[in-house]
């Protein structure tokens, strides 16, 4: 990352989808970020975070270096001027890295998703006061890639492969940084390990945004039936033992990732566990 007002992330963090973090006390939340950040990971991104950051606080207060990233605030529902005052009002924001993207248009027609890509341009027109090196956009689409790569730090793509990275970094070049996301399975029994990656990925099976992106990955209707085939399933979940699922994020690293945000899917759905066995193999890379 070439951005000198951005945030140290480190190669890896983790993507904390399924938590329900507001669940926990500021005590408690405040410790399993301590713990994330002993255990080597540079950065807890969170999903469908609220802009007025209630959750980062805990985070930065009980870490010294780790980075609450979102990924992403919705530009349809989280009004900007909240991010900004949230933002302005954060001790530690300089360890604030602010994903923010469009969702989907499938949750969010009434509010006009033909034009998501304006949508986001306004959006960020309203961030100034914001280092652009403490923002993201999340981005699929060639426009949108392009439109991370001017305006913020860079991409974050989700549900991709490292084929994708790959071809994502060729077409921002150099200087953005790029921060994929990847989900894995530890689990080495191929059957058992397919299935809790089907789960994990059901629900973006009947998004047409990630639908359009894997086309253009090469994946067709008959990879999006029946809860995914084992080919799309292969391609988008990284599972085996640790150093199978290391090397699923190095391939992302040596494809020119930047940091990867590693999204553990159990059984259970606690990956606390997951994300423990695999800090030495994770954080080595």
């Known amino acids: 990352?070439?951005?000198?007002?951005?945030?140290?992330?480190?190669?890896?963090?983790?993507f904390g989808f399924w938590f329900n973090f507001e669940r926990y006390e500021r005590t408690e939340l405040g410790e399993l970020a301590a713990e994330l950040e002993d255990l080597g990971y540079g950065a807890l991104w969170l999903a469908a975070a609220k802009a007025e950051l209630g959750l980062a606080g805990p985070v930065l207060e009980a870490t010294r270096k780790f980075v609450f990233a979102t990924g992403i605030i919705n530009v349809w529902s989280e009004q900007?001027?909240?991010?900004?005052?949230a933002y302005q009002e954060e001790p530690h924001r300089d360890r604030l890295l602010l994903g923010i993207g469009a969702g989907h248009r499938e949750s969010n027609s009434a509010q006009g998703y033909a034009t998501p890509r304006t949508a986001v341009i306004n959006y960020l027109d309203e961030l100034t006061a914001i280092p652009s090196g403490q923002l993201a956009l999340a981005a699929l689409g060639p426009r949108m890639l392009a439109l991370a790569a001017e305006r913020t730090l860079g991409p974050h793509p989700y549900l991709i492969n490292?084929?994708?990275?790959?071809?994502?970094?060729?077409?921002?070049?150099?200087?953005?940084?790029?921060?994929?996301?990847?989900?894995?399975?530890?689990?080495?029994?191929?059957?058992?390990?397919?299935?809790?990656?089907?789960?994990?990925?059901a629900m973006y099976?009947?998004?047409?945004?990630?639908?359009?992106?894997?086309?253009?990955?090469?994946?067709?209707?008959?990879?999006?039936?029946d809860g995914g085939s084992d080919r799309l399933v292969d391609a988008l979940v990284g599972w085996g033992d640790?150093?199978?699922v290391a090397e699923r994020v190095r391939a992302h690293l040596d494809a020119g990732a930047d940091h990867v945000s590693v999204q553990v899917l159990t059984e259970d759905g606690d990956p606390r566990p997951g994300y423990r066995a695999l800090a030495p193999a994770l954080t080595e890379l």
Do not use: C, W
């Not at 990352?1 to 983790?14: D, E, H, K, Q, W």
């Not at 099976?205 to 008959?222: H, K, Q």
């Open 205 to 225: 099976l009947g998004l047409e945004n990630y639908l359009a992106n894997l086309r253009r990955l090469g994946f067709t209707e008959e990879d999006f039936a």
């Open 162 to 201: 490292p084929e994708y990275t790959a071809s994502a970094r060729e077409a921002i070049g150099s200087g953005p940084a790029l921060l994929p996301e990847q989900k894995v399975v530890l689990e080495t029994d191929p059957e058992r390990a397919r299935t809790i990656a089907r789960s994990g990925i």
């Open 1 to 14: 990352m070439t951005n000198a007002n951005s945030p140290a992330l480190g190669r890896v963090g983790i």
């Open 80 to 85: 900007a001027s909240t991010l900004v005052k």
């Open 242 to 244: 640790e150093n199978a």
